[in-house]
């Protein structure tokens, strides 16, 4: 019950993802069939058309050809009609999956992001997302449509020959649908998911420290482990080949067979005078008109435990802890950002301990301390990210206390750590924070953040960027990114290591800058630098 339970919710969770797009695959799946009702009709006439041509039957044989031309002519026009609605549907499906499945990897608590690899991610949001629409928009439907065409061609060819139906069923290799061939087909679509997976995430990390890579000259091992990570997925993807020849290869030999049993009982009751040319012809031609949906279905059972393995990893990105929304409160006037007994720790090891302290606008403080001492717990912390084993964060505006939230978020101006730049103008990365900042306000901005260099750049302030600020210094993308921050306009400017890769003079310009632009602020730098210690009117030494 429980494993029929799951695939309910799961089954419908995808329906409920192609609303607006259901009568447009019902529109579809009724041009494939009108189509295949021509075809069978094409079928009728092409009898008539042989049997009039050898006067076996009296009629008229060119109206009889022009019904054939024009039921394969409008079975053509629907067909296509009926494939570019499904194709319109699977580019919108696709998108709505992967929009959704973004968005809710952008909403997961930290707790619940940090179970996936990102390169895991990415191929379930490419692969995983194919197979899940192809099922829903081309399989699904095609597999109804073939219901009927079976359907239509069976009791044709049943009210033509009731025995040559009935054996054309009974070597139907109905082993393809038992459960032993289910268990066994599904366990080797989850290796190769799994394997899948396993490359992407290889793929995506040789790629994102490419540099880090070379510079630790450790090529051959990153390759060497991309290597093996595609030959398992290499292997894991025979074993499903085989399986499938296999199976295959039985199916083909079935329906070989039939079609020479068709072909034998034909030829003798043409041979015995029992039927015509004609119905010979429309015999062979409903026989393969059986078989390929037959074949149809039966190739569905494969598609559908893909489609399965993959809906159940699509789904755990949708699962897990998400932030609580809540709607953004900002406050324009002084705050107080005061930290009561707080403290924290990662499974069984604490990080912070009992933290008592207040930050105050107009008074700068270093937060400072040994590596895992706390620093960085201590930013998630403030920016809401995970929340505290006891204690409390609380931002003090006109007197009333406000918890530290998702809400409150909107108030902090953050500058992470390292290189966090987009792929993209320089322009597109500043209006991230404020989509309504005025040049004026840009240059300002930069001013501030002594990355006044980039009008000096060929296109200026629409300078492209690469990936990881690609184009730039380490110290030029962090001077963008500090201006970023500033257009954000948060009450409480909060900067992780952001001097980390400016020279002593630089430091000591865009800190004095900092602090003259952010005096009605409250300023927290965390830092090892002793310029900006030494700078700063409190310090928080982290033990």
């Given at each position: ?149 079976l359907t239509a061609s069976l009791i044709f060819l049943w009210v033509m020959d009731p025995i040559l139906a009935q054996l054309i069923l009974a070597i139907t290799p109905l082993f393809l649908f038992s459960k032993l061939y289910y268990r066994k087909m ?358």
């Amino acid at each position: 019950m429980k494993t029929l339970e799951r695939i309910r919710k799961m089954l419908g969770w995808a329906w409920s993802m192609t609303v607006s797009l259901r009568w447009k695959l019902c529109m579809a799946v009724l041009m494939e069939i009108i189509s295949a009702a021509l075809m069978l009709y094409f079928v009728y006439c092409s009898k008539k058309a042989i049997d009039i041509a050898m006067d076996v039957i009296p009629g008229s044989l060119k109206m009889m050809l022009i019904h054939i031309v024009l039921s394969v002519s409008f079975s053509i026009v629907m067909s296509m009609a009926g494939a570019w609605i499904m194709e319109y549907s699977r580019n919108v499906l696709m998108m709505r999956f992967q929009n959704t499945l973004t968005h809710a990897q952008l909403m997961k608590s930290w707790e619940t992001k940090k179970q996936l690899h990102t390169g895991d991610v990415l191929v379930r949001l490419t692969t995983d997302c194919s197979d899940v629409v192809n099922m829903i928009v081309n399989t699904f439907p095609t597999l109804i449509v073939t219901c009927v065409k079976l359907t239509a061609s069976l009791i044709f060819l049943w009210v033509m020959d009731p025995i040559l139906a009935q054996l054309i069923l009974a070597i139907t290799p109905l082993f393809l649908f038992s459960k032993l061939y289910y268990r066994k087909m599904r366990k080797i679509t989850k290796e190769v998911k799994q394997a899948e997976s396993f490359v992407g995430v290889v793929i995506q990390e040789n790629l994102k420290f490419r540099s880090l890579i070379q510079s630790l000259m450790v090529n051959d091992v990153r390759e060497k482990k991309l290597t093996e990570a595609q030959e398992s997925l290499f292997r894991t993807r025979n074993s499903y080949l085989n399986f499938s020849i296999l199976s295959q290869s039985i199916l083909k030999m079935t329906f070989d067979g039939g079609y020479l049993l068709a072909f034998l009982w034909g030829v003798y009751r043409l041979h015995e005078g029992l039927i015509s040319y004609g119905t010979m012809v429309a015999f062979l031609q409903l026989v393969a008109r059986v078989q390929i949906p037959i074949f149809s279905i039966v190739s569905f059972v494969p598609s559908s435990i893909k489609f399965r393995t993959a809906l159940e990893r699509l789904m755990e990105l949708n699962l897990g802890i998400w932030e609580d929304y809540q709607h953004p409160v900002k406050f324009t006037s002084s705050l107080t950002l005061k930290v009561n007994n707080l403290s924290f720790q990662y499974d069984d090891t604490e990080v912070i301990r009992n933290l008592n302290v207040e930050f105050k606008s107009g008074v700068p403080t270093a937060v400072t301390g040994a590596s895992g001492k706390g620093k960085t717990t201590l930013i998630r912390l403030i920016l809401a990210i995970i929340k505290p084993a006891s204690g409390s964060l609380n931002l003090i505006h006109k007197g009333k206390s406000h918890e530290i939230s998702v809400a409150t978020r909107n108030n902090i101006s953050y500058v992470p750590q390292g290189n966090t730049l987009f792929y993209g103008t320089i322009r597109e990365n500043l209006l991230l924070a404020d989509v309504n900042a005025t040049d004026d306000m840009i240059y300002k901005a930069l001013q501030t953040s002594c990355a006044m260099f980039v009008y000096d750049l060929p296109m200026g302030l629409d300078t492209m960027v690469g990936e990881m600020g690609q184009g730039l210094s380490e110290g030029q993308a962090q001077r963008i990114a500090v201006a970023r921050a500033l257009l954000h306009g948060g009450s409480i400017w909060l900067f992780d290591e952001t001097t980390s890769a400016l020279d002593s003079d630089m430091i000591h310009k865009i800190f004095n800058n900092l602090i003259e632009a952010g005096k009605d602020k409250i300023l927290i730098f965390v830092t090892h630098d002793s310029y900006v210690k030494e700078g700063c009117s409190q310090i928080i030494q982290l033990d």
